[in-house]
């Protein structure tokens, strides 16, 4: 139940393709979905999150849909850059338990120029 | 200014050896965490600070020991380790505990000979 399932594990992309990573999970008390980016040797940095009452949000080419009913969430980028190679995480956490987050395994991506 | 300053970024240390791991942030956030990143694996909740409360421990073994000295700074403390706790110690803060965008600082590369 509080497992979050990611896919694909790695991905290649032609620059100015879109990535695609989809998640989907169980608990049905999570309420916050946030999305990582991983460059080898840093830590996560935060790209963008979104809340089970909204159903997609955009932030400049990072965009993320959220199907509630199907406790599914994805990320997509557009016009994937070279830069965007990296290890994306998605995550969700719940109110009531400290803001723990539960990772996904984590997809691999890289965009060819 | 969204840092969380780790330090050291590198640390060997024996298995009998007493080091500590230091992370500070000026973001004003009142919670802060420790997780722990094996390679190729996603982080894993260690501990959560609330506060300067104690307020989430993951059963971690307590030969790591987190300390809370105010809302800036947060230390864990190690000792009598073994050579599968090498990993990429990260430490996160957020706004508080209720849902808010964690941040991560670079993370700590530990090995332990």
């Known amino acids: 139940q509080q497992q979050v399932k990611q896919s694909p594990q790695s991905l290649i992309v032609q620059k100015g393709g879109i990535s695609i990573i989809n998640c989907a999970y169980e608990n049905t008390a999570f309420d916050y979905f946030p999305w990582y980016q991983q460059f080898p040797g840093k830590g996560p940095a935060l790209l963008i999150a979104?809340?089970?009452?909204?159903s997609e949000k955009k932030e400049g080419r990072f965009t993320i849909s959220f199907n509630k009913s199907a406790k599914q969430f994805s990320l997509h980028i557009m016009d994937s850059q070279p830069g965007d190679s990296a290890t994306y995480f998605c995550?969700?956490?719940?109110?009531?338990?400290?803001?723990?987050?539960?990772f996904g395994a984590g997809t691999i991506l890289r965009v060819k120029s | 200014d969204t840092e969380v300053t780790q330090t050291p970024k590198h640390l060997v240390m024996g298995m009998t050896n007493k080091k500590s791991l230091k992370c500070e942030q000026h973001?004003?956030?009142?919670?802060m965490y420790w997780y722990k990143q094996k390679a190729k694996k996603p982080p894993e909740l260690m501990f959560v600070?609330?506060?300067?409360?104690?307020?989430i421990n993951e059963s971690v073994p307590s030969r790591f020991s987190p300390e809370c000295p105010n809302s800036s700074l947060l230390n864990l403390h190690l000792h009598a380790l073994q050579p599968e706790d090498s990993a990429l110690y990260l430490c996160?803060?957020?706004?508080?505990?209720?849902?808010?965008?964690?941040?991560f600082g670079q993370g700590t590369r530990l090995t332990v000979v």
């Open positions: 979104i809340r089970p009452d909204v």
């Open positions: 996160a803060s957020s706004q508080e505990t209720l849902n808010t965008e964690a941040f």
């Open positions: 600070y609330s506060y300067e409360k104690l307020s």
């Open positions: 995550a969700a956490s719940r109110r009531e338990y400290g803001n723990k987050l539960v």
């Open positions: 973001m004003g956030h009142r919670a």
